[in-house]
């Protein structure tokens, strides 16, 4: 499976960004899609996370309330909708894919994710 993120900008604080990770490939075998994300210096921390077959979603509770994941099937796209951010949320984007079947609360786990997007930047202004 091949990711692409994008999506990602400069935006002041309390606007909005939609991300988006295109997967390509053997999109059949997805199980999930998760998006990460990561500072210089700090270790890849997760934001939110889908279930492909059901939709099922979780968030980090950095960004719960702020976040809404969706995925379109027929696209093989995720999306992550970010709203009200904060210049805390300035970061590299990552979405990643996994061909197991979690649970929910397993959702967040990194362990359990197999490719890798190259990353999309966004940067909040205050």
């Known amino acids: 499976v091949q990711l692409q993120a994008s999506g990602g900008g400069l935006v002041q604080a309390g606007g909005s960004l939609r991300l988006s990770c295109q997967a390509s490939g053997h999109t059949f075998s997805i199980g999930a899609i998760a998006w990460f994300r990561q500072v210089p210096g700090k270790e890849r921390e997760f934001v939110s996370a889908?279930?492909?077959?059901?939709?099922?979603?979780r968030y980090a509770d950095s960004v719960y309330g702020r976040a809404t994941i969706s995925r379109d099937r027929v696209k093989s796209t995720a999306y992550l909708q970010l709203n009200s951010l904060k210049p805390e949320d300035t970061a590299v984007y990552y979405c990643?894919?996994?061909?197991?079947?979690?649970?929910?609360?397993?959702?967040?786990?990194?362990?359990?994710?197999?490719?890798w997007g190259q990353g999309t930047l966004v940067t909040v202004s205050s």
């Open positions: 889908i279930r492909w077959s059901d939709s099922a979603p």
């Open positions: 990643t894919s996994t061909t197991t079947r979690p649970i929910t609360g397993n959702l967040h786990r990194v362990e359990l994710y197999d490719y």
